[in-house]
């Protein structure tokens, strides 16, 4: 890694985009935090989320949106892009999306603190949100 942390990052660097077709093969990746001294927030706000049912096989549409302070490592935006966009194929439940994406997110960043709150369209008369957080240990927000 130099000493701006962007040389772990293989996603971004690729001359031609591929889209992974699972959440098993996407890669999120992440780069050194600049201002760790300090807490801040970032969010991400993915408007056109889509995930298919896992049941009837149909198309679900929800808005995704991702909220954390890092600690010493950020989440990179268009490894962001392609890990949400592989949802595209996958059958899940909405609390099981929700979850998985706060996982994976901890798991590629280690934040202080995460939220991911999905928002999914209403089918059959009714819509579902789900939040999920986590908190590394000991911080207080």
């Known amino acids: 890694m130099t000493h701006n942390g962007i040389d772990n ?9 591929q889209y992974p077709d699972s959440p098993d093969k996407a890669r999120l990746e992440s780069f050194a935090n ?20 896992p049941i009837t096989g149909q198309p679900d549409f929800a808005r995704i949106s991702i909220t954390y302070i890092p600690d010493l490592k950020c ?9 949400l966009f592989s949802f ?8 099981e999306i929700t979850n998985r994406i706060l996982d994976d997110l901890v ?10 709150r999905g928002v999914m369209n209403s089918r059959g008369g009714i ?15």
């Open 107 to 116: 798991a590629a960043c280690e934040p202080r603190w995460a939220q991911v």
């Open 75 to 83: 989440l990179e935006s268009k490894s962001l892009k392609l890990y």
């Open 34 to 53: 600049k201002y760790a001294s300090r807490d801040y927030t970032i969010e991400f706000d993915c408007p056109e989320f889509t995930s298919l049912c």
């Open 9 to 17: 990052l293989t996603v971004l660097k690729k001359g031609t985009t």
């Open 127 to 141: 819509s579902i949100g789900v939040t999920a957080e986590y908190s590394k240990p000991g911080f207080k927000r």
């Open 88 to 95: 595209r194929n996958a059958g899940m439940f909405h609390e």
